[in-house]
Protein backbone atom coordinates (compact mmCIF):
# COMPACT_ATOMS: atom_id res chain seq x y z
CA UNK A 1 0.00 0.00 0.00
CA UNK A 2 1.68 3.28 -0.93
CA UNK A 3 1.63 5.70 1.97
CA UNK A 4 3.17 8.19 0.52
CA UNK A 5 1.19 11.79 0.67
CA UNK A 6 -1.34 13.11 -1.38
CA UNK A 7 -0.67 16.21 -3.32
CA UNK A 8 -2.97 19.12 -2.85
CA UNK A 9 -3.52 22.70 -4.04
CA UNK A 10 -2.57 25.81 -1.78
CA UNK A 11 -6.61 26.01 -1.73
CA UNK A 12 -7.63 22.87 -1.00
CA UNK A 13 -4.78 22.88 2.43
CA UNK A 14 -6.30 25.55 3.00
CA UNK A 15 -10.25 25.09 3.14
CA UNK A 16 -8.91 21.32 4.91
CA UNK A 17 -7.45 23.26 7.76
CA UNK A 18 -10.23 25.47 8.21
CA UNK A 19 -12.77 23.12 7.93
CA UNK A 20 -10.68 21.11 10.92
CA UNK A 21 -9.98 24.27 13.06
CA UNK A 22 -13.73 25.26 13.12
CA UNK A 23 -14.77 21.89 14.23
CA UNK A 24 -12.53 21.98 17.53
CA UNK A 25 -14.03 23.10 20.31
CA UNK A 26 -14.08 27.05 20.91
CA UNK A 27 -12.35 27.15 17.56
CA UNK A 28 -16.10 27.61 15.62
CA UNK A 29 -15.64 31.42 14.72
CA UNK A 30 -12.30 31.67 12.39
CA UNK A 31 -12.65 32.64 9.93
CA UNK A 32 -9.34 31.90 7.83
CA UNK A 33 -5.87 30.14 7.47
CA UNK A 34 -3.05 31.13 4.76
CA UNK A 35 -1.23 28.05 3.60
CA UNK A 36 2.69 28.55 2.25
CA UNK A 37 5.30 26.40 0.19
CA UNK A 38 7.44 25.11 2.58
CA UNK A 39 11.17 24.49 1.01
CA UNK A 40 13.39 23.60 3.28
CA UNK A 41 15.78 20.72 2.85
CA UNK A 42 15.96 19.75 6.75
CA UNK A 43 12.31 18.95 7.46
CA UNK A 44 9.83 16.98 5.37
CA UNK A 45 6.86 18.82 5.33
CA UNK A 46 6.05 20.78 2.17
CA UNK A 47 3.67 23.77 3.86
CA UNK A 48 3.18 25.50 6.53
CA UNK A 49 0.00 27.45 7.81
CA UNK A 50 1.88 31.49 7.57
CA UNK A 51 -0.87 33.44 9.45
CA UNK A 52 -4.73 32.37 10.12
CA UNK A 53 -7.56 34.77 11.76
CA UNK A 54 -9.18 33.00 14.92
CA UNK A 55 -12.05 35.24 14.28
CA UNK A 56 -14.49 35.50 17.34
CA UNK A 57 -12.56 32.54 18.52
CA UNK A 58 -9.86 32.59 21.46
CA UNK A 59 -6.23 32.99 19.33
CA UNK A 60 -4.56 31.15 22.35
CA UNK A 61 -6.79 28.10 22.14
CA UNK A 62 -7.34 28.04 18.62
CA UNK A 63 -3.20 28.39 17.90
CA UNK A 64 -2.90 25.44 20.10
CA UNK A 65 -5.35 23.09 18.24
CA UNK A 66 -3.84 24.67 14.88
CA UNK A 67 -0.31 23.64 15.89
CA UNK A 68 -1.87 19.90 16.48
CA UNK A 69 -4.05 20.14 12.87
CA UNK A 70 -0.55 21.08 10.69
CA UNK A 71 1.46 18.77 11.98
CA UNK A 72 -0.90 15.93 11.52
CA UNK A 73 -2.17 17.21 8.03
CA UNK A 74 1.47 17.40 6.94
CA UNK A 75 2.59 14.01 7.38
CA UNK A 76 -0.64 12.97 5.03
CA UNK A 77 -0.35 16.07 2.12
CA UNK A 78 2.10 17.74 -0.02
CA UNK A 79 1.66 21.14 -1.40
CA UNK A 80 1.51 21.12 -5.38
CA UNK A 81 3.38 23.53 -7.68
Known sequence: MDKSPHKSTRTELETLVLAELRAK???GGALHV????YDDYRVSATWEVASFNAGTSEQE???LALCEIVSRLQQCFDISH
Open 25 to 27: QQC
Open 34 to 37: TVVA
Open 61 to 63: KCE
